[in-house]
């Protein structure tokens, strides 16, 4: 049932993409694939005023990403929600694993990486008066970043590099601003693959972080094999960081050490290192005297809607 609903939400999501070539036959084979008509199987979720569809049950929230000393926004993660129907919102931790079983993720990527790089538009475009012209004129890259996570199937997908590449395009999105956000996990399960598109992400000056980092059953010797930028200190570790470890006599404590050691893997690497799930100061002040530049947590903000989070922006 939830995968039918998954079906209907991200064709109507996928539709409102209006791509054509690759994009459009697999919004066809979507359709194709499911077995009732479309009408039929979602009038009863309606409610049952009219015909009209609303397609986009999907919305993209954005959680702030901060330096850590001055806690200054220097970017935002892309975090996918479903507004079901009779459901209510419905946690991408439930219905993304469903989405790659299924290969909707495919479209569903496509259509959240459109989201992100448009409000990452809109964000540079109108609201270049928040950053200091000294920022722009320092480094060749704008302020701001936009992160977005890639899925298994993603890194396999065929069309991958053209389906962003016309995003970008689409969006007038600056690559160099997009970070996309990978597992160790994945990187293993395709090894192969992933070496060539992330080169090629690379090559059109894309940044690539490691999520979650830590907690793949990996070898670190992958690290230097690919163009990685940022790790992202998976939250288990940040979670652990408790009160009772930060008294002096515990300042050794085996989290503290593995963060410690997390830190220094990355910077002897030359790549940035971001803490997630940082939800107190406590923590916060302990990962920055751990020399972790820059965080992501509830003590900043939680995930934002559009809105929410452009005003998070502006208060800055
Ligand atoms: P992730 O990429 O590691 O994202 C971080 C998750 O941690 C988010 O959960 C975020 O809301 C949560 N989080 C952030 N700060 C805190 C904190 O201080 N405390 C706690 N307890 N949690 C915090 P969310 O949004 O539920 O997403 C869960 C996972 O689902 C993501 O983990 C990612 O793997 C996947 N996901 C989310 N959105 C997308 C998407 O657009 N595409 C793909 N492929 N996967 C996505
Ligand atoms: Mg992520
Ligand atoms: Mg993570
Ligand atoms: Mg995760």
Excluded at 90 to 105: D, H
Excluded at 221 to 242: A, C, E, M
């Amino acid at each position: 049932r939830l995968e039918t609903d998954l079906r209907h939400a991200i064709l109507g999501s996928a539709k409102s993409l209006n791509f054509n070539g690759l994009e459009s036959q697999e919004i066809l084979s979507l359709e194709t694939a499911q077995p009732q008509s479309l009408n039929q199987s979602i009038l009863p979720l309606l409610p049952s005023q009219n015909n009209c569809i609303d397609p986009t049950e999907f919305v993209v929230y954005y959680q702030p990403i901060v330096k850590l000393p001055t806690a200054k926004v220097v970017g935002f993660e892309a975090l996918v929600r479903w507004i079901h129907p009779t459901r209510g919102l419905v946690s991408p931790g439930e219905f993304i694993p469903l989405a790659e079983e299924t290969g909707l993720i495919i479209p569903l990527g496509s259509w959240i990486l459109k989201q992100a790089c448009q409000q990452l538009t809109i964000w540079q475009q109108s609201y270049d008066q928040v950053w200091e012209k000294q920022d722009i004129q320092n480094g060749a890259v704008p302020p701001l970043t936009m992160s977005v996570n890639l899925s298994s199937q993603q890194v396999v997908q065929s069309n991958l590099l053209e389906t962003i590449d016309q995003i970008l395009a689409e969006t007038n999105c600056n690559p160099h601003c997009l970070k996309l956000e990978i597992t160790e996990s994945i990187i293993m399960k395709n090894f192969q693959t992933s070496v060539v598109v992330l080169d090629e992400l690379r090559n059109r000056g894309i940044q690539l972080s490691i999520d979650d980092f830590g907690t793949g059953y990996s070898s670190l010797s992958y690290l230097h094999q690919f163009p990685i930028n940022t790790l992202k200190v998976d939250q288990s570790f940040v979670r652990r960081l408790q009160p009772k470890t930060f008294n002096s006599l515990e300042k050794s404590s085996q989290q503290i050490q593995i963060i410690r050691a997390i830190v220094t893997l990355a910077h002897n690497l030359d790549l940035d290192v971001i803490a997630e799930g940082i939800e107190t100061d406590e923590q916060r002040q302990l990962l920055q005297e751990l020399d972790c530049e820059m965080g992501q947590g509830y003590l900043f903000s939680k995930p934002l809607n559009p809105e929410q989070a452009t005003q998070f922006l502006l208060n800055s």
